[in-house]
């Protein structure tokens, strides 16, 4: 069936510095892409999506790629700061009951700590 | 806030009990979805709904029942559950069921069947 690979599942790095964190789909129909953020306590809020037309997003520190021929995708997060430590998701669209692409499979979490 | 409350947040429950989360959201989404998050695994889609009309059961047991009496409410109702069931139960919403919609989460009810 359709899978998420993420990677790392753990990232530890130094404030200031940048954290990337990588997933690849299986399911060449996928077509959305978003990034969730959960902190301890929370359920998971979208950081930045991607659509499959666009190879590239970005706002302010966080940014977005993808390579839909690869099948991956990837979150770059520049100038860490220590309210960025969180674990990190990413998710691809596939086929719901309707057909369209509207639901999400998610991968395993990145777990991002940054030390002052 | 997301907009999408649950309730209870903590919830302990022995195997043979009787229990139903909650999930109210306020942000007039159509849709509205119940996702099992366990420790070291991804998200896993349990069932999905579409105007007050379950349209996913990502095979289930039916040890968990669904209810969505209307667009804003949504509860999962529980019974004889399995240690294994332990988790964090996620309630979501999005504005429909289709694609490049946002998922907006509650906070969760953290389960544990003793």
């Known amino acids: 069936g359709e899978n998420v690979e993420q990677h790392p599942s753990t990232l530890s790095v130094q404030e200031g510095d940048s954290a990337v964190i990588k997933c690849t789909y299986s399911d060449s129909a996928s077509n959305y892409f978003p990034w969730y953020k959960q902190e301890l306590g929370k359920g998971p809020q979208l950081i930045i999506d991607?659509?499959?037309?666009?190879g590239e997003k970005k706002d302010q520190r966080i940014a977005v790629t993808l390579n839909k021929t690869a099948k991956h995708f990837s979150l770059h997060i520049t100038e860490t700061q220590p309210e960025d430590s969180a674990v990190y998701f990413c998710?691809?669209?596939?086929?719901?009951?309707?057909?369209?692409?509207?639901?999400?499979?998610f991968g395993k979490g990145t777990k991002l700590s940054v030390k002052p | 806030e997301t907009g999408v409350t649950q309730t209870p947040r903590h919830l302990v429950m022995g195997m043979t009990n009787k229990k139903s989360l909650k999930c109210e959201q306020h942000?007039?989404?159509?849709?509205m979805y119940w996702y099992k998050q366990s420790a070291k695994k991804p998200l896993e889609l349990m069932f999905v709904?579409?105007?007050?009309?379950?349209?996913e059961n990502n095979s289930v047991p039916s040890r968990f029942s669904p209810e969505c009496p209307n667009s804003s409410h949504l509860f999962l109702h529980l019974h004889t559950l399995q240690p294994e069931d332990s988790a964090l139960y996620l309630c979501?919403?999005?504005?429909?069921?289709?694609?490049?919609?946002?998922?907006?989460f509650g906070p969760g009810t953290r389960l544990t069947v003793l």
């Open positions: 979501a919403s999005s504005q429909d069921a289709t694609s490049y919609n946002e998922q907006f």
């Open positions: 942000l007039g989404h159509n849709a």
């Open positions: 991607i659509r499959s037309n666009v």
């Open positions: 998710a691809a669209s596939i086929k719901n009951y309707g057909g369209s692409q509207g639901n999400l499979i």
């Open positions: 709904y579409s105007l007050e009309e379950r349209v």
